[in-house]
């Protein structure tokens, strides 16, 4: 998942939700955001109006609670600081759920 940009800091995450970005949030352990991976670098390819970012739960359980996100992998998206979508399940995505979702943010 190299092509998404790391949050290290609930600063970095507040600076992103600025811009135009959607937001991964994943965990190492979660087997079902590995299954993204091999696929992931190509929705960011093809969807260069947009930030994509990586923000890892369990480093960031408190936000993921106030943003109501228990399940992962999850797709959040923001404009100027305001949600503008939201794709967030426990469920395994494939790559025409998550571009449909970006899809439907544009």
Not at 21 to 33: E, H, L, N, V
């Amino acid at each position: 998942m190299e092509n998404l940009i790391d949050i290290l800091s609930l600063e970095d995450f507040e600076k992103a939700t600025q811009e135009k970005s959607i937001f991964m949030f994943t965990a190492g352990w979660c087997p079902d955001c590995v299954f993204v991976k091999p696929f992931i670098g190509q929705i960011v390819s093809d969807n260069p109006e947009f930030k994509f970012y990586k923000i890892d739960r369990d480093q960031f359980i408190d936000l993921c609670k106030d943003l109501d996100i228990m399940g992962i992998p999850s797709f959040v998206a923001y404009d100027k600081g305001v949600e503008t979508g939201r794709f967030v399940s426990k469920l395994r995505k494939t790559k025409q759920e998550i571009q449909n979702f970006i899809d439907s943010v544009k």
